[in-house]
Each structure stands twice: as structure tokens, then as C-alpha cells.
Nanobody, 126 residues
């Protein structure tokens, strides 16, 4: 059974950078895309970024374009996706989730993701 294990995050200040990682453990499979979603307190989970299964393409929400990047590390036993977040904005506190979808080019729709990590909190004080 595949699980998504998240790490990183923690309290940061506006303007800081932080990196989140998402590792897939368990049964090895390659043909999936990893995406990132953010859930602010009292709000719906919203799309942040997604990369295609082979890393050839990425998409970002307009609110993070130019500030966030995705990189992928593929190994024989574990695959890891990284979300680099730069110039974080004041009041941008949220719980960041990584998700896996078998749509190879990824998706902006949370309903199309089959697996989810447990989320990582990134508090950005106002």
C-alpha cells in the first residue's frame, strides 16, 4: 500500500522561505503526479501547485506563481516531491497537503487525487 509522508514546514515570518517534501513509500509505482493544496483555517482546500508524473511540466496557482517551485526526486525505492515556497506572505497560514493522482499531467481539482498526505502546518503570522 502506498503512503504519502510529508515533512518540513513550521513557523516562518513573512518574506521567509520554507520547503515541504512529500515522499511516496510502499509499493513502487511511477505513473502518478503529485500536487500540493493549501487549507487555510475555516476555508476549503485549494490548489497550490502540481507537477506531471515525469516532472516535465508544472502548474501553479496565480497567487504563488513566481514564488513557489516544485522539484522531484525519483529513486528505486522512494519518490520525493519538494515544494519550495519563497517570499511567504503575511497572514498566509495554512495546512499544506500533498496528494497523488494517476492523471499523469496532474490536476488542479482535489477530487481527482486518490491519495493524500496528512498535511503540514505552515503558520505565517499577520
Amino acid at each position: 500500500q502506498v503512503r504519502l509522508i510529508q515533512s518540513g514546514g513550521g513557523l516562518v515570518q513573512a518574506g521567509d522561505s520554507v520547503r515541504l517534501s512529500c515522499s511516496a513509500s510502499g509499493s513502487l509505482f511511477a505513473n502518478y503526479a503529485l500536487g500540493w493544496f493549501r487549507q487555510a483555517p475555516g476555508k476549503e482546500r485549494e490548489f497550490v501547485a502540481v507537477g506531471s508524473w515525469n516532472g516535465d511540466s508544472t502548474e501553479f496557482a496565480d497567487s504563488v506563481k513566481g514564488r513557489f517551485t516544485i522539484s522531484i526526486s525519483r529513486g528505486s525505492a522512494q519518490n520525493t516531491d519538494y515544494l519550495q515556497m519563497n517570499k511567504l506572505k503575511s497572514g498566509g497560514t495554512g495546512l499544506y497537503y500533498c496528494g497523488a493522482t494517476f492523471r499523469k499531467d496532474g490536476s488542479r481539482l482535489k477530487g481527482e487525487f486518490e491519495l493524500w498526505g496528512r498535511g503540514k502546518q505552515v503558520p505565517v503570522p499577520s
